[in-house]
């Protein structure tokens, strides 16, 4: 079980520093050439631009990750450990993109901590 965790954490890691790099490319692209839409200037712009390539890089790479995860377990089991990824989204959320952390937002995630718990300790008992 400690190789799924591994790859779970590593698959989380990756997953999340990918979106962190979706949204600087983005938010590079949408300062430069307006609001994203489905227009070739635009998605040329959006798909040309290094940090949005490297996003979807690094995101691809934590699915092959999630791959291993999810040969080893049931789907059932490890899908909601995915919800890790909201939680952990927050750091670089605040640090980097100085996104607000809210009393609701931070509710939410204990939740969600919550409800990993409750999931992986049944899986235990099994």
Known sequence: MLLVYTLLII???????????LKLGISHVTERVGAFSLSPDI?????????????????????LFWLGVISRVQLSFAYPLLALNYVIIFIPSRFLLHEPITLSRVVGACIIVAGV???TWGQGQH
């Open 11 to 21: 698959a989380c890691a990756l997953t999340v520093t990918g979106e962190v790099m």
């Open 43 to 63: 998605l040329i712009a959006t798909f040309t631009d290094w940090r949005v390539i490297l996003g979807f890089a690094l995101v691809f790479g934590g699915s």
């Open 117 to 119: 718990i409750v999931i």
